[in-house]
């Protein structure tokens, strides 16, 4: 800048308020001020909040000529704070750099906090401003047009022509893009994807991730699952932001597309139709549905399935018969961890014991929360919600729990019907509700604090790492803050001598995944599930085999078994709130579990506990034998890497996809030969 010419139609200009500003002086006419009225500031509040909607949004926006500097001084130094890191981008095209020499003259934008050194205000100055912007756009397809135009340059109502111009040639550009993806692929190459899935594929099979860096969950999951690819011959590259003012653009995916020549299309939690035209209707896409989100659980959703459109789930029943996903298109996959390299050996010297969890919040605060919520759906239910969470609370006080939402649900109907509300529409989502906004919270730290007490008794250290810990009043003096994902989290777990599994559900959890694989050793709150399953699968094995549903296995038990399925079935049906107890098995037996009727993780028994008095008997049994300790954790460990590692799940979910492609190439051609 400092060779910029001098523009003598620019000069500089004291506002009423004293405050520095610039005029513009066009040849014929008067001199016009660059900000607003004759206060700079003034002008700029008013400007800011008008763009507070767009910045609270991260809504990319350009401006068309730094004018005296202001605006762009606070867009920089403002910036509102985005999820995830998310960062808004501003473009700043100036054709005049005189203009902007005086800004500079006016404002510090060198500084940390200036415009200059912040990668996500991009700049774009002198005659051929457009046309930088234009090929910087072609040269990074991640970065986003901008929604939003903001005219502080004389030049201003040009350059936003010029913008509609270069908005065409990228619509334009992304319309090729799409024409040579569809002669890419025309049809459904059905030879191709067999092959490709196959043991023993002619080349290494192709597989392109889409996620975002806006979601920590999403993106790590990916970078697993992409590896557990890699980690089978599968060559797979994760399409994701390059940064946090980054943008997944239609284009940048397509080029993609085109340069890696995918063979199927994996996304967590979203399907094709949510992407418009984006992704040709000839390529596999599998959707893994790890959360149960609305954008999955409607009929719309389902209707926009196509033939090569496929859900992997742990719920595909669920699916089928409650949104009407086509049961033909359902892959069976649960919960999987990363395997991560550990020490050949390592000494457990951290605490003794160890709990990472972030279900910190107050009951008492969840409840007041789940109150609020529940007039959203009808008056009545707040009492009733109110009546339900302080007797929860007072279930709990006195020692008692709800392992299943079917238990809940009857606790809920005796409340409604003292109160005179029995069949009141709603009483399911707030069955719902009380079990995951509060009993969730109540049944870990009801079991966390049989911990603390063990701990006081013996003497022992007690950690819990967590967001919220500290400002529990029972658990305050334990809490140690927040511990990182990945290779601190992996750490910690193997250093602690007990780690804390506790769930109100079956205890195949991601967290005890996660830790069992980092050589962690936990003792495991026990969950009727972890034994009623597996008794289920057992019986399940010998008498009725190839039974889907609980209706079909009826048909084919023997008579002297009835009264012990029965006897089965009832005990799982409080936890087969979506499927049948049937399903349930089927669905983890589809995951590799409850095959060869073992246990899992292996020796869970072993290390369980149901109460405080239990608890302290584990204790003492394993907290001085970290021979043993290391001996059940080596042993559960190879049974999940085996099983539940992503390349074993992504192994079972392609011999799945390829034993669906070629049932439906049989049935094409002997649909053929017929006719």
Not at 463 to 475: L, M, V
């Amino acid at each position: 800048m400092e060779s910029a010419p001098t523009d003598a139609r620019f000069s500089f200009a004291i506002a009423a308020n004293g405050r520095p500003s610039i005029s513009f002086t066009s040849p014929g006419a008067p001199s016009i001020r660059l900000s607003d009225g004759d206060d700079p500031l003034a002008s700029l509040a008013a400007t800011m909040e008008q763009l507070k909607p767009a910045r609270q949004a991260g809504q990319p926006l350009v401006v068309l000529g730094s004018a005296d500097g202001y605006l762009l001084t606070a867009l920089a130094r403002h910036p509102l704070a985005l999820p995830f890191g998310r960062q808004q981008c501003v473009y700043l095209l100036e054709p005049n750099p005189g203009n902007l020499l005086l800004a500079m003259m006016i404002h510090d934008l060198s500084g940390a906090n200036g415009p200059i050194r912040q990668d996500r205000i991009q700049w774009f100055v002198g005659g051929d401003c457009m046309s930088a912007f234009r090929k910087a756009l072609r040269n990074d397809a991640f970065l986003p047009f901008p929604q939003i135009n903001l005219a502080s340059s004389p030049d201003g109502p040009r350059l936003a022509e010029q913008l509609t111009d270069v908005l065409k040639e990228i619509l334009e550009h992304d319309k090729n893009l799409e024409q040579k993806l569809s002669r890419r692929y025309p049809e459904f190459p059905v030879e191709r994807l067999l092959e490709m899935t196959s043991e023993n594929p002619p080349r290494a099979p192709r597989a392109l991730l889409l996620t975002t860096r806006f979601s920590t969950v999403l993106q790590y999951s990916t970078a697993d699952t992409q590896a557990g690819l890699v980690q089978l011959g599968w060559e797979a590259k994760v399409v994701i932001e390059p940064s946090g003012h980054h943008t997944l653009t239609f284009p940048a995916i397509r080029q993609t597309m085109l340069d890696f020549d995918p063979d199927v299309i994996i996304q967590i939690d979203h399907v094709r139709a949510e992407h418009g035209n984006l992704f040709p209707e000839t390529l596999p896409f599998l959707c893994w549905t790890q959360d149960h989100l609305p954008n999955l659980i409607n009929p719309q959703a389902a209707e926009n399935q196509g033939p090569l459109d496929f859900l992997l789930t742990d719920h595909g029943p669920w699916y089928a018969r409650n949104f009407g996903y086509p049961a033909e298109n359902s892959l069976t996959l649960g919960k999987l961890t990363r395997v991560p390299e550990i020490p050949v050996s390592w000494t457990s010297d951290g605490p003794d014991l160890c709990y990472v969890s972030n279900a910190a919040k107050l009951p008492e605060l969840a409840a007041d929360e789940l109150v609020a919520s529940s007039v959203r759906t009808h008056p009545q239910l707040q009492t009733l919600a109110r009546r339900c969470s302080t007797e929860l609370i007072a279930r709990y006080a006195d020692g008692a729990s709800f392992a299943g939402t079917q238990d809940l649900r009857a606790f809920v109907d005796q409340l409604a019907a003292a109160e005179g509300l029995i069949g009141l529409a709603g009483l399911p989502e707030l069955t719902t509700e009380l079990f995951e906004r509060l009993n969730n919270i109540l049944y870990r730290q009801q079991a966390l604090g049989w911990a603390a007490d063990v701990a006081d008794a013996r003497g022992l250290s007690l950690e819990i790492y967590g967001s919220g810990w500290d400002k529990h009043p029972r658990f305050a003096r334990y809490a140690k803050g927040v511990v990182g994902y990945g290779a601190p989290l992996e750490a910690l777990t193997r250093s602690a001598k007990l780690n804390l599994q506790i769930v109100p559900y079956f205890s195949l959890h991601q967290r005890l995944l996660d830790g069992i694989a980092a050589g962690g050793f936990y003792l495991v709150r026990s969950h009727p599930a972890d034994t009623t399953i597996l008794d289920c699968a057992r019986f399940l094995n010998r008498f009725a085999p190839d039974a889907a549903t609980v209706v079909a296995a009826a048909r084919l038990i023997p008579e002297d078994r009835r009264g012990q399925f029965e006897a089965l079935m009832a005990a799982n049906s409080f936890i087969a709130d979506r499927l049948d107890a049937v399903e349930l098995v089927r669905v983890y037996q589809g995951q590799g579990l409850f095959l060869d009727d073992a246990e899992m993780p292996p020796r869970v028994g072993k290390v369980s506990f149901a109460s405080a008095g239990q608890l302290d008997a584990c204790v003492s049994r394993f907290l001085g034998d970290e021979a043993m300790r290391r001996e059940i954790v080596l042993s559960q460990r190879a049974a999940i890497a085996g099983t539940l590692s992503y390349s074993a799940g992504m192994r079972r979910v392609m011999r799945q996809l390829h034993a669906r492609l070629a049932e439906r190439h049989t049935a094409s051609e002997l649909s053929l030969s017929a006719a």
